[in-house]
T-cell receptor, first 112, second 115 residues
Framework: GDSVTQMEGPVTLSEEAFLTINCTYT??????LFWYVQYPGEGLQLLLK?????DKGSNKGFEATYRKETTSFHLEKGSVQVSDSAVYFC???????????FGQGTRLTINP | NAGVMQNPRHLVRRRGQEARLRCSPM?????VYWYRQLPEEGLKFMVY????????ESGMPKERFSAEFPKEGPSILRIQQVVRGDSAAYFC?????????????FGPGTRLLVL
């Protein structure tokens, strides 16, 4: 079945460090791919998305490129801030269905 | 435009009681999705509803769980005779259209604790 695998956390970085959170997927067809962020005690917020191969989603300095050949959608940011501390979820939307499949989440902590 | 609203935000129940979780979608959204998040895990799809119809309930346990989205009022996720394993965060999401690539907007969740 369709699935998403994320880099295991927790990840701890210093402020201004470079961030990569790996995400790979297994799916039939051509899913849309998403990154959601969850701040403590809150719901999920859409961070960025890509709907077809080679698309790059970007928002708030975060980027991810839909790589069909490697079935990946890695999240990157060039210089992280303390306020980026949260749990990040990679997800795909199953083609032909209106439901999301999530990875297990990666907890990110940024130290000043 | 208010976001997706869920209440209560926190709910404590004893084993055997009923839990009723409510979700009001964003204005103009007629599609509602429920997800469950167990501690330290990702979200798992439970059910997808449109007004007065259940479209996909493939992720919902067959017993004790039910969901509805009436013509008027919020969507309700109902858990009868709760057990400790039902303790989780339950998130509702909504979208305006049932087309691929349409973003789902999430509510703040209801955190259910079963004692």
């Amino acid at each position: 079945g369709d699935s998403v695998t994320q880099m295991e956390g927790p990840v701890t970085l210093s402020e201004e460090a470079f961030l990569t959170i790996n995400c790979t997927y297994t799916a039939t067809g051509y899913p849309s791919l998403f990154w959601y962020v969850q701040y403590p005690g809150e719901g999920l917020q859409l961070l960025l998305k890509a709907t077809k191969a080679d698309d790059k989603g970007s928002n708030k300095g975060f980027e991810a490129t839909y790589r069909k050949e490697t079935t990946s959608f890695h999240l990157e940011k060039g210089s992280v801030q303390v306020s980026d501390s949260a749990v990040y979820f990679c997800a795909l939307e199953i083609q032909g269905a209106q439901k999301l499949v999530f990875g297990q989440g990666t907890r990110l902590t940024i130290n000043p | 435009n208010a976001g997706v609203m869920q209440n209560p935000r926190h709910l404590v129940r004893r084993r055997g009681q009923e839990a009723r979780l409510r979700c009001s979608p964003m204005k103009g959204h007629s599609h509602v999705y429920w997800y469950r998040q167990l501690p330290e895990e990702g979200l798992k799809f439970m059910v997808y509803l449109q007004k007065e119809n259940i479209i996909d309930e493939s992720g919902m346990p067959k017993e004790r769980f039910s969901a509805e989205f009436p013509k008027e009022g919020p969507s309700i996720l109902r858990i009868q005779q709760v057990v400790r394993g039902d303790s989780a965060a339950y998130f509702c999401a909504s979208s305006p259209l049932a087309v691929r690539q349409e973003t789902q907007y999430f509510g703040p969740g209801t955190r259910l604790l079963v004692l």
